[in-house]
Nanobody, 124 residues
C-alpha cells in the first residue's frame, strides 16, 4: 500500500503564494506519475496538474497555467504544487494522487492512491 499525506494548505490572500506538499510512504517504489486534483464546495473534483516520474513531463488545467507549478523530489518521495497569484476561485480542497504507471494523466480514475486532502482558501 501507498499512503499520501498532503500539507501546506491554509488561508492565503489573492495574489499571494502557497506551496502544497504531498509525501508518499509505504510501497513508494510502486508510485510513478502523480497529480493534484481539487474539489470546490458544491462542485465535482477536477484535475489541476500532473507530473511524470522523471519530472520532465507536466500538464496543467488551463485555469492554472502560468500560475501553478507542479514538481517532485523523488529522493524524498514528495510532490509539490507551488501556487502563485491564487484567485478566490482556486478555493478548494486539494488532493494528491499517485499511480503506478509512468504516463501522467488528467483522469482521476487512472489514479489508485489518494491523500486525504488539504484545504486552501483564497481571500479576495
Amino acid at each position: 500500500q501507498v499512503q499520501l499525506v498532503e500539507s501546506g494548505g491554509g488561508l492565503v490572500q489573492a495574489g499571494g503564494s502557497l506551496r502544497l506538499s504531498c509525501a508518499a510512504s509505504g510501497r513508494t517504489f510502486s508510485v510513478s506519475a502523480m497529480g493534484w486534483f481539487r474539489q470546490a464546495p458544491g462542485k465535482d473534483r477536477e484535475f489541476v496538474a500532473t507530473i511524470s516520474w522523471s519530472g520532465r513531463n507536466t500538464y496543467y488545467t488551463d485555469s492554472v497555467k502560468g500560475r501553478f507549478t507542479i514538481s517532485r523530489d523523488n529522493a524524498w518521495n514528495t510532490v509539490y504544487l507551488q501556487m502563485n497569484s491564487p484567485k478566490p476561485e482556486d478555493t478548494a480542497v486539494y488532493y494528491c494522487a499517485a499511480r503506478g504507471e509512468t504516463m501522467p494523466t488528467m483522469r482521476d480514475y487512472d489514479y489508485g492512491y489518494w491523500g486525504q486532502g488539504t484545504r486552501v482558501t483564497v481571500s479576495s
